[in-house]
């Protein structure tokens, strides 16, 4: 009774104080009137709680009793959509074999990884301990100034280079012994566990086998990316391609994801010479001939350059007690590292790799192009050690549209000139954005038209018909497609309105990509898309 008494009070006092419409005062609206709406909300509002009840009961029970309608019902029909695409489609086994050879080299036992990854562990936990607290790395990156400002000589606060040089000095002073018993011969590594990226590096790896490299290959994934990966996948991967899913080190703190990924694979491996491809990288020939060019012999280290000049920050002059500089960016979407003869130049860039987003990432790049792939360079440049870098500058990719160039990726060459690598990081190799054909209309030719002929002389095939089989047989595969729908879509899902939140925010400017390091920019239109204005809308990848 005397809560009904105290809610009486509170309602009479805050009844002066509500809107009014066209000078009628809420005050002049009937008790029963309001009572009268609310019921009705009410009312609505159970109905709509029930039905959905009953509708994802329905639905339920029609899953266990027919799966194929429970696809059709719940995914917009998802078999409808492909009929297209898979028309005459086999098995994932049937499709890949017409395509790339069923020889392959050996992937490492599970026991000879096991053993690698406890003797590789002391490092690992020593480049952590060689980081700042992550308070004071949270600090430094809230006052580290805007690229544009470190640019125009803007420099990090007194304290934070104090900090940056007595942890990087540190580091060099006495860094880890190369653990001899953790690494043998050569292989190939990749990054990218993700829905979106493993996909595109099944694609990279059967290329290198259709090439005809017989060296063992690793996929180096997150543990929170291991539900993305089909175990039909892995099974390929491992028992027709040769290659190892290995997880990387999981670190609470610092994380090993994004950019840093790529340092802590390759420092992770279990290869001693190191072939590190991005999963949006597709080699036009035997890429692994690499390691036999004496242009590495000698270096220990091969580089490819970016598009830009470099414009590092000042104050890196004061963090390294040096001033030695690059002279021009770099693009780690291929990499080849001797890491027995590189590897305090290795740790070093894994010091500045996981201190990289937010504060070292914009004062080495300052430019567009910010990420992990200076650090690299960078670390062999710090030691005084020098490295390889291709002659042959990278080309853009693409071809001219009725509104003029649209870019699908860039292009890099081996250490003779001819074309070795096509990136595709504009529109990403995806199963999940493909169209039904890629033969070439009026609207949508080739998105590879500017060198295509030139790609299909160095491969001796068709590279984006390649492409295209190899994901064709991923999302034609009703095992593979069966997993992805009905283990993933809440994942799917909830990375889609996480990524549509950011997008939105970005453009209400709520949000800084320079300062932000877990910043994701979603690029929404892109991830939808297998070229410029060919958009595939596929509800898996585009649920908007």
Known sequence: MANSRTRKRIH?????????EEGVSREDVKPASRGRRLYILRRISGVCIVGSAALWLILWISSSANEEWYRRALWGGDVYRRRGLCKGAGSLEE???GVVPLEQGAAPSSQTLQ???QAVAPTWRAVLDSLPPSAVIARIRKQMPLSENL???????AWAVEVLQSSLAAWMAAPPPYPADAFSGRGVVITGGHLRYWSGALAAFASLRKQGCRLPFELWVLEPELPDLPPKIVKHFSDVMGVAVRVLPKDNLYGAAGYRAKVSAILSSSFEEVLFLDADNIPLGNACALFDEPLYKVAGALFWKDFWEAVPAEALKAIT???????????SGQMVIDKRRGWRELLTAAHINFLG??????MLSGTTGEGDKETFPYGFLLWGHSFGVIEAGVVRVGRDGPAGWEGSGMLQHSPAGAPLFLHANAYKPN???????????VAHGSKFESHKQEMQRASGYDVEAFVHAVLRAVRCDEEVASYVYKELRWRIYWR???????????RARLTSSSNNPTFTSGYIGIRCSYMHNWRVKDPLSCPF
């Not at 009479?12 to 009014?20: G, Q, V, W």
């Not at 640019?151 to 606060?157: C, E, S, V």
């Not at 889609?496 to 970005?506: E, F, S, W």
């Open 496 to 506: 889609a309105i996480h990524l549509k939140l950011m997008q939105v925010l970005r």
């Open 321 to 331: 007690r040096t001033n030695a500089s690059l002279t021009n960016t770099h693009e």
């Open 12 to 20: 009479d006092a805050s009844r002066p104080y509500l809107d009014e």
């Open 95 to 97: 499709e890949l074999a």
């Open 431 to 441: 199963f999940l954005t493909l169209p039904d054909t890629i033969v070439p209309t």
């Open 357 to 362: 987003p937010g504060i070292y990432y914009p």
């Open 151 to 157: 640019r125009n000589g803007g420099r990090p606060p």
């Open 115 to 117: 053993q690698q990854a």
